[in-house]
Structures are given as structure tokens and as C-alpha cells.
């Protein structure tokens, strides 16, 4: 069955410093990557989707991923960190139409 | 376009009641799909539907039931309500690639 890891239920950084929030899946075959992000008390927004047209992703709000195979990982970055970046992020796999979720990682911007 | 509708937003229920959680899309959008949220978990699926008249069990279907009965509308029916179901429900929608979500209900069962 597949299966969805994300390092670190809570990641930390400083405002204008580097966002790593990592995801590795378990499949042998490249399926349909996401990645999702949850503002508190709201819904999911699609940051950004994989679907083996190109190994990095350009999402919204200055956000990419990139999907190394050879790693089984789709690992999401931002080159600086925003106070309005804050919320939950959400990584998951699409497998045969069902959604594979991670358990989320909370990214805490410090001041 | 409204995408994808869910009522309602808040509910609380005692246990054993029944309640029917109400999804209806307006993309045409073949496939429909609920999960609940709890903290640290993630999403799960509970159902999914590839197409009106065709549903099946996800991860965890048990206490909750579904029907398709047209592409717009995939409701989720709570049987007997337990505590364990207090969580937040998500409907979700694609027309085969990428999903679109509601905006949830959020339900607690005492």
C-alpha cells in the first residue's frame, strides 16, 4: 500500500530564511505528487501538483518542489520565509483516485 | 461556478443520532471523494466514487455510508454517531487529475 512520510510534524524558521518541508512516498512508480496547504480553521489550497511533465514543480506563493525518483521524494522549498506563510502543509499521493496523505507539518515563521 | 459545496460548516450531534453530511460539485467531474481530519493524522479517505452509480470503501468506511445517485451530489450518511467521528469532513472533486475541496464540516459528537 502507499504511503506518504513527512519529516517533522512542526518546522520552524526565520522570516526571510529558507523553507524545507520534506515528503517521501512509497512507490515504485512516479505517481501524481501534491502538496497542499491549510490555514487555520480553513480549507486545503493546492500549492502545487507533479504529473511527470517536469521534475521541478513551480507552485503558488513562491513555492517548488522537486521530485527525485532515485530518493522517492518530493521535498517543498521557498527561498524566503513570509510571516503569511504560516499554516499546515500537506503532502500527498494520488493512487488510482485516492489521495494518500501525510500526517502535515506545521511551519512556524519566527519574527 | 461554485465548485465544491459543502453543508453544513458546524455540526454537533449526540451519539447515536444520524445525519446525512451534503457534497454536490458543479464542474462534471467524474470522480468524488470524502476524508476525515484529526490532528496528526492527516486526511483519510473514508469513500470514493468514480462515477455516478459506482462507489467504494477507503481507509476507514466503517460507520459511515454513501450513495451516487448523479454526478453533481455525493452525500455522506452517519448511521449512529459516535464520539470516535468527531472530526473534520472534507468532500473533494477531479475530473481525473489535480482535486478540488470544500470548505468542510466540521462535526462534534457528544
New interface residues.
Partial sequence: AQS?TQLG?HVSVSEGALVLLRCNYSSSVPP?L?WYVQYPN???Q?LL?Y?SAATLVKGINGFEAEFKKSETSFHLTKPSAHMSDAAEY?C?V?SN????????TKLIIKP | NAGVTQTPKFQVLKTGQSMTLQCAQDMNHEYMSWYRQDPGMGLRLIHYSVGAGITDQGEVPNGYNVSRSTTEDFPLRLLSAAPSQTSVYFCASSPGQGYTFGSGTRLTVV
Fill in positions: 506518504v510534524s501524481y501534491f480553513q480549507g486545503l493546492l501538483k504529473t500537506f500527498a494520488d483516485y485516492q489521495l494518500i496523505w501525510g500526517a502535515g
